[in-house]
């Protein structure tokens, strides 16, 4: 294969991918790829070093001339306490000629010399508290990695692992925002300063009911979906 996927396909992000902790939740990032050529169809498709981390959609497709598509890439929750910072995609692609009905024949019919491939840096960063807990220590990536079949997730859950990841956010914001009101409004008075543990502890109560409603209310459209309509 060669590497100059460069001159076929444009990536934006252009210097890679930055999943940043905490990783208690699914993490969701973009990539758009741009067929940069006013002419030729492109094929595309999606590899990772850890198909068991991260999911991708769409994993694979064809791009008109010119034609653009933003890929989702969901990083799924870590529970071990050693994080590998370092993991890397690999991004595939070749002339799409005639009508493609079926994309993994077209990929298995290409010949090596004929593909062009690109290496996508992918760096986890974990928060202050995770990097405490590992102190240290992490598994990184060593080179002759294997590159397998980027895993694509389904739409609806696609949907379910953005909102849920919104709603952290949000919660890791306002708690921030929190903080910093009380720490100027509080200053050395002790009463103010025992209560802040209790509402803290609501207001992260009240996201993760909003999380579990958010994927109880996905699961139940998913089935009023298939058997209802």
Same mark, same amino acid.
């Given at each position: 294969?060669?590497?100059?996927t460069?001159?076929?396909?444009?990536?934006?992000?252009?210097?890679?991918?930055?999943?940043n902790?905490?990783?208690?939740?699914?993490?969701?990032?973009?990539?758009?790829?741009s067929n940069?050529?006013?002419?030729?169809?492109?094929?595309f498709?999606?590899?990772?070093?850890?198909?068991?981390l991260?999911?991708?959609?769409?994993?694979?497709?064809?791009?008109?001339?010119? =034609?653009?598509?933003?890929?989702?890439?969901?990083?799924?929750?870590i529970l !071990?306490?050693?994080?590998?910072?370092?993991?890397? &995609?690999?991004?595939?692609?070749?002339?799409?000629?005639?009508?493609?009905? /079926?994309?993994?024949?077209?990929?298995?019919?290409?010949?090596?010399?004929?593909?062009?491939?690109?290496?996508?840096?992918?760096?986890v960063?974990p928060?202050? =508290?995770?990097?405490?807990?590992?102190?240290?220590?992490?598994?990184?990536?060593k /080179?002759? =990695?294997?590159? &397998?079949?980027a895993l694509?997730?389904?739409e609806?859950?696609?949907k379910?692992?953005? !909102?849920?990841s919104?709603?952290?956010?949000?919660?890791?914001?306002?708690?921030?925002?929190?903080?910093?009101?009380?720490?100027?409004?509080?200053?050395?008075n002790?009463d103010?300063?025992?209560?802040?543990?209790?509402r803290?502890?609501?207001i992260?109560?009240?996201?993760?009911?909003?999380?579990?409603?958010?994927?109880?209310?996905?699961?139940?459209?998913? &089935?009023?979906?298939?058997?209802?309509?």
């Amino acid at each position: 294969m060669s590497n100059n996927t460069e001159s076929k396909l444009l990536l934006e992000p252009s210097d890679g991918i930055v999943f940043n902790g905490p990783f208690s939740r699914s993490v969701n990032r973009k990539l758009v790829i741009s067929n940069t050529s006013k002419t030729q169809r492109m094929a595309f498709k999606m590899k990772t070093t850890t198909p068991k981390l991260f999911y991708v959609r769409p994993n694979i497709g064809v791009l008109g001339p010119e =034609e653009k598509v933003t890929i989702d890439i969901f990083m799924q929750p870590i529970l !071990q306490e050693q994080i590998q910072k370092r993991h890397k &995609f690999l991004l595939l692609a070749a002339e799409a000629t005639g009508d493609i009905t /079926d994309m993994l024949e077209f990929w298995k019919q290409q010949r090596p010399e004929d593909i062009w491939d690109t290496k996508i840096k992918c760096e986890v960063i974990p928060s202050k =508290e995770e990097e405490f807990r590992q102190a240290g220590g992490s598994t990184d990536n060593k /080179d002759g =990695e294997v590159h &397998f079949d980027a895993l694509e997730v389904s739409e609806p859950m696609a949907k379910l692992l953005k !909102q849920i990841s919104m709603l952290e956010d949000e919660r890791m914001a306002l708690r921030d925002q929190i903080d910093d009101l009380r720490d100027q409004t509080i200053g050395t008075n002790p009463d103010q300063a025992m209560m802040r543990r209790p509402r803290q502890g609501r207001i992260n109560f009240f996201y993760m009911a909003a999380i579990i409603l958010t994927i109880l209310g996905a699961l139940l459209g998913a &089935f009023y979906g298939k058997n209802y309509l």
